[in-house]
């Protein structure tokens, strides 16, 4: 928190609270576990800039310079001028302040200008590698990282870089060489008060570094505690119907009383220490121009100290005050945008799916003959999810998967579409190992509803067009009424136009899916997986959209992958899956009369006919 | 601004620590504006007056008046902390006592992620604006009034010259205070979207991938982020002339000060060297009071958006209110439930009714099936019953009394429900079945968990009843949360009992055995069970088909299958006609 001082403000410190939008709580602070490795990976983001770099940091120079030179100018004004009482030559002199000064604003103007563009547009391209990178990762990589972690650690991370290369750095320069110049401009000028000036340095350092203690200590439990109190409103608010439903309206009020009061114990200590540093900073600032004014009196009685000198002494000690007050500040923010650089560079020097082999093919007409050879595939290494498997898909045939939850479907389809890489054996699409087929182009021979609809934050119409980019709203349209969705897409406030809300929550997971169907029928893909397409709409809507579906199925091989049997009877090959194998195969009515495990499934799921 | 004084009430027991604080401040600013008149004097009576003990005694008072203030400016900084924090936790309990008095039409529209926003974020900024107010946000003006005082009194006529220059200084701050605010809003909007793009493209990377999107999803990052950096750097850069501009003013002052202070002072003599400087120092100290005031218009933008957000929670009405006279529901074994010409849409929405002229009358102990599709309003229809929404028409009678005449805690006494979507808090599965009575005995939960049969795979768990539930449950599959939700419904014994749909997402062979377990006990309640399955509805006293909110059919299983179309349609939908085998 920033309480400013009655001293003349470091331009980038302002600069810095007005970017977040005014000074916030002062956050964690941390360090990366190599800030030096980290610094180098940052360096050729600046690298296309360097030539604008030199100028900033000569402007930089420049305004230190001048800046230094202006109390110097003040003082012999005093001294040589108003204080004698000489009138000739006090305009030529206040002339020259006034050249200095203006030069001195311009050059520090210039170099924050030129600073602004130089660090946006290098962050630019950090957040353009980064989102690159992340689009080449492996699925593994996305199932370790929960997308909400992911997702705060990049924004917040790319923050922290985005604070410390456009303010910190330029500040800490700023800074460095403003305390500098001011050091060796006050030994000239005075040996005895400069000494007795820089006292107050040790004292600012230990109150700072007290202080910080503190603070972190202090922060650490706050932030323990507002993760305690996150979980409890999490759970009070997203678990509220069974709250009411239960009349625990009580005991959950209760449970966030007490931590609600252990936040505020925990704000008013970490608070009470992090916003002291501001008013104790401000005090030894003022104990330092108390020194100069004791001291140089005194020296300046014994004859040995003029009142310019002390005047100037004075300008130059709140000039050094201030970037010496920052620099713990400052300090951190650079770690923590190290930090932060450390796990953004850790994403981008995660390695990239396994590519295809160089000799990669081209998938020209795809038929659809799919075979698995002897399979084995294991997310981690001692539990086999697919064993041993081999299944063969003539060309236009609807296969389908059946089995209980955790039987390994969605895992044969992951294969196929190679989000996963197989342990063992082989994958062929007409005759072609999968491994030998560009990615891209196999994907874009698949057509594939998932059990999780994905929609995007955009309109009905852009969404069902994801299928294929250059179709026309004609074509869309058409989509649409094959899977069955136009019927509530055109209830809808705008019709296709409609912007769906974050994850679509303002349409049923019924219609989610029916677009998301859509958008797979728009794709036209040679091979059509279906993965619990139709869960979760009801049976009077699924046959519907199966109609629609089997006509879609037509002349492509199909992977359907269902909870409920009735969808899949017509399936040309039912294959049950038990525990990552395939132990029953066969058409509906062989399965059926094989009085085996599918059997018992179809049973107890239509023991209606018994009635 | 309006929304903000709104939430002035909540500074109102700390009015007298920020009163206190106030004080405080206005001390160290009067103490910290002392010095340069102090210095002053070192220089005017002790040096150029060749007084060493008026240099030895202003130095001590000096030292003595730093010390004080110190402890003022300590003092000062608690205060406003406490105050702050204060502020911020009776918000935050406000917002969320408010919360748990809402109901479902209140969550139909603001959502969880909203409401937490409110209640962590929100909160917080209100809280800062509060802090900052009893901090800088007034030293600042008070350190500029102070020192124009000061300069005025030291030199009047220097003080006069330095007034347009202040008058400009100032417009430019406002100018800039204005602009900065939308700008600010539009870098963030930027942000926001570019952040969209990124989460979007991690939560559904499967997609992306499988539609082999990257570039595309690639050219709408790369859109995204040239728009953010361009914004952006159009804000840093005005930012970055801001301080230099000031800075410019405030040293043409100080050049000003000393060519005219200075020829002031030789010719007429009535300005004394120490004089120019404590100007200087003066002028230093005016300066920086408007920056700050940038800053604070900055917070002060922010907290009237948060303030907004705030006040939307705390103005809520609950949609569902006990009526002055309600009467607490008298406990019957087996209640009888009447549908009267039942009605209902969402609040505000125009596009038609979810549910009308549903009448329907559940005979005491009797269980009732809804069947219907998706989006039929079944689940609706059940939400009516414990008054989780009231009906926009007609009414609903639980034993020939009106429900909205029934106090709503004691009609959820009698009602056990299982919803739709299991939630289960983190606790024991002990905890978590005996929610609904805390203070039920542990036979009773293990008789609750087997009723619902959950006790076999209880025992297997790890801890057994002890077993921790992690957040939402991800430790469990869904057909056992789904059966510690029966357990927990059932070891409230209610008498009437709504299973919404409850065993959709398990598996055929768990269905089955829940299914049995429910058997029993519905026995001897009146209840209701939505299904999309005709093999949950076979053994109910009465089935009702909803179709676009109205009832399409009632009867039994062989009634309907004889006279209702729909009916048959949805049973040959599940069944198809291979296995037709009757």
């Known amino acids: 928190m920033a309480d400013q001082p009655t001293t003349q403000p470091n331009a980038s410190e302002i600069r810095s609270q007005m970017m977040r939008g005014g000074p916030g709580r002062p956050g964690k602070i941390e360090k990366a576990r190599d800030p030096r490795r980290a610094l180098v990976r940052l360096i050729p983001y600046l690298k296309p800039y360097s030539a604008l770099l ?34 000739s030559g006090l305009g ?39 989102f690159g990178h992340l689009q080449t990762l492996a699925l593994t990589f996305f199932d370790s990282n929960t997308a909400g972690e992911l997702m705060s650690r990049l924004t917040n991370d790319i923050d922290a870089i985005n604070q410390a290369v456009s303010q910190n750095v330029v500040s800490l320069v700023a800074s460095l060489l403003s305390m500098a110049g001011i050091l060796i401009a006050m030994f000239l000028m005075n040996v005895w008060l400069t000494l007795a000036a820089l006292a107050v340095v040790p004292l600012m350092l230990w109150f700072t570094n007290f202080v910080a203690r503190y603070t972190r200590k202090g922060f650490r439990e706050l932030q323990k505690h507002l993760g305690e109190m996150t979980s409890v409103t999490e759970e009070a608010i997203s678990g509220q119907r069974v709250i009411k439903a239960f009349r625990r309206n009580d005991s959950v009020i209760e449970a966030f009383r007490i931590s609600n009061q252990d936040v505020y114990k925990a ?29 140089g009196g005194w020296l300046a009685l014994k004859g040995l100290v003029t009142i310019g000198t002390i005047a100037a002494f004075i300008s130059y000690g709140r000039a050094f005050v201030n970037p010496l007050r920052q620099l713990s500040n400052i300090y951190n923010a650079i770690q923590g945008a190290l930090a932060g650089a450390e796990r953004v560079f850790e994403v981008i020097d995660t390695k990239s799916e396994i590519d295809e082999a160089p000799e990669a093919a081209l998938l020209d007409t795809v038929h659809g003959h799919v075979t698995f050879d002897h399979v084995q595939f294991s997310y981690t290494p001692d539990k086999p999810i697919i064993k041993d498997m081999t299944l063969e898909a003539k060309p236009g045939e609807i296969i389908a998967l059946v089995g209980p939850t955790g039987a390994g479907k969605t895992t044969i389809v992951n294969l196929l579409t190679r989000f996963y890489e197989i342990d063992s054996g082989q994958i062929c699409i007409d005759g072609t190992d999968i491994r030998q087929i560009k990615k891209d182009d196999l994907r874009r021979r698949l057509g594939l509803v998932l059990q999780d609809t994905f929609l995007f934050s955009t309109s009905v119409m852009d969404n069902i067009r994801y299928g294929r980019l250059e179709a026309t709203d004609e074509e869309v349209i058409e989509a649409a009424r094959m899977a069955d969705a136009d019927h509530f897409i055109s209830k809808l406030p705008q019709g296709y136009q409609t912007m769906l809300s974050e994850r679509a929550s303002n349409l049923s997971q019924g219609q989610r899916q029916m677009l998301s169907i859509a958008r797979a029928i728009l794709a036209d893909p040679s091979i059509l997986i279906l993965d619990e397409a139709t869960s979760s709409v009801d049976t009077r809507t699924e046959v519907r959209i199966q109609n629609a579906l089997l006509r879609l199925m037509k002349g492509r091989t199909s992977f359907v992958i269902a909870h409920r049997l009735s969808t899949i009877r017509d399936a040309d090959q039912l294959l049950v899956v038990k525990d990552g194998e395939i132990v029953e195969k066969g058409t509906h009515q062989q399965l059926l009369d094989q009085h085996g495990f599918y059997h018992h499934l179809y049973v107890s799921q239509f023991k209606g006919e018994q009635i | 601004m309006n929304q903000v004084s709104k939430l002035f009430r909540f500074l109102k027991p700390y009015w007298k620590k920020a009163v206190l604080s106030l004080v405080l401040l206005t001390a160290v600013v009067i103490m910290d504006l002392a010095i340069p008149r102090l210095v002053q004097r070192v220089i005017d009576q002790g040096i150029n007056a060749h007084n060493m003990q008026v240099v030895v005694n202003t130095f001590f008072l000096m030292l003595g008046i730093s010390v004080l203030d110190t402890i003022f400016a300590i003092g000062n900084n608690n205060y406003s902390v406490q105050v702050g924090e204060g502020v911020a936790r009776d918000l935050r309990e406000a917002i969320f006592l408010k919360i748990q008095s809402f109901s479902f039409g209140n969550f139909d529209r603001l959502k969880t992620g909203q409401l937490m926003v409110r209640l962590s974020n929100d909160s917080g900024v209100v809280q800062r604006l509060f802090q900052i107010s009893l901090r800088i946000g007034t030293r600042a003006p008070l350190l500029m009034i102070g020192s124009l005082i000061l300069m005025f009194n030291t030199a009047p006529q220097l003080a006069m ?11 430019i701050i406002a100018v800039f205070s204005i602009k900065m605010g939308p700008l600010f809003l539009t870098m963030q909007q930027k942000l926001d979207r570019l952040n969209n793009v990124l989460q979007e493209n991690i939560a559904g990377v499967r997609v992306v991938k499988a539609f082999v999107r990257a570039r595309h999803e690639g050219d709408r990052f790369e859109q995204a ?31 000003i000060v000393v060519w005219s202070g200075g020829l002031q002072s030789i010719r007429l003599g009535n300005l004394s060297t120490g004089q120019i400087v404590a100007f200087v120092n003066y002028l230093q100290t005016t300066v920086v009071p408007l920056m700050n005031l940038v800053n604070l218009a900055n917070i002060w933008a922010a907290a009237i958006a948060s303030a907004g957000r705030v006040n939307e929670v705390l103005d809520a009405v609950p949609e569902v209110q006990d009526a002055p006279d309600a009467i607490a529901l008298p406990a019957t074994g087996r209640p009888q439930v009447v549908f009267e010409n039942v009605g209902f849409h969402y609040n505000g929405s125009t596009d038609g009714s979810i549910l009308h002229g549903i009448t329907l009358t559940a005979e005491p102990g009797q269980r009732v099936a809804i069947l219907g599709a998706t989006g039929s309003g079944k689940s609706t229809l059940m939400n009516l019953i ?14 020939g009394v009106d429900i909205r005449h029934i106090r709503q805690d004691s009609l959820l006494a009698h009602i056990g429900i299982v919803p739709q979507e299991t939630i289960l808090f983190s606790g024991t599965v002990r905890d978590n079945i005996r929610y609904g009575r805390p203070d039920s005995t542990d036979v009773e939960v293990v008789a609750a968990a087997k009723a619902a049969q959950a006790h076999e795979f209880i025992l297997e768990l790890d801890d057994g009843y002890e077993t921790h539930v992690e957040e939402r449950g991800v430790n469990l599959s869904g057909g056992q949360k789904q059966r510690i939700a029966i357990a927990r419904a059932l070891l409230t014994r209610p008498s009437i009992l709504i299973l919404d749909d409850s065993t959709s997402s398990v598996d055929v062979e768990t269905e089955t055995k829940i299914q049995s377990a429910l058997d029993d006990l519905m026995k001897g309640r009146t209840s209701f069970v939505v299904a999309q399955r005709i093999s949950t509805v076979l053994k109910a006293d009465k089935i009702v088909v909803i179709d676009k909110g109205q009832i399409a059919a009632e009867g039994t299983h062989r009634e309907l299958l004889q006279s209702s179309p729909i009916y048959q349609e949805i049973y040959a939908s599940q069944l198809g006609n291979g296995v037709n085998g009757e």
């Open chain 2, 161 to 171: 010259t330095m007034l347009p220059l202040l008058l400009i200084t100032s417009a």
């Open chain 2, 225 to 255: 982020n040239e728009d953010f950096t361009e914004r952006n750097i159009r804000v840093a850069q005005l930012m970055s002339i801001l301080s230099p501009i000031l800075t410019f003013a405030l040293n043409i002052g100080i050049v």
């Open chain 1, 54 to 87: 030199v100028v900033v940091f000569t402007f930089i120079l420049a305004s230190t310079i001048l800046g230094l030179i202006g109390p110097y100018l003040m003082g012999q004004a005093i001294d040589k001028f108003i204080d004698v009482k000489k009138i």
């Open chain 1, 267 to 295: 704000g008013v200590y970490a608070n009470s220490f992090a916003l002291l540093l501001m008013p104790l900073t401000n005090q030894l600032g003022n104990l330092f121009v108390i020194t100069i004014a004791g001291l």
């Open chain 1, 92 to 130: 030529t002199l206040a002339l020259w302040m006034l050249v200095v000064f203006i030069l001195g604003n311009l050059c520090d103007a210039a170099s924050g200008w030129i600073m602004a563009s130089v660090s946006q547009n290098a962050l630019k391209g950090v957040r353009h590698d980064l």
């Open chain 2, 386 to 399: 414990p008054r989780f929404y009231d009906p926009t028409e007609g009414r609903i009678l639980i034993d």
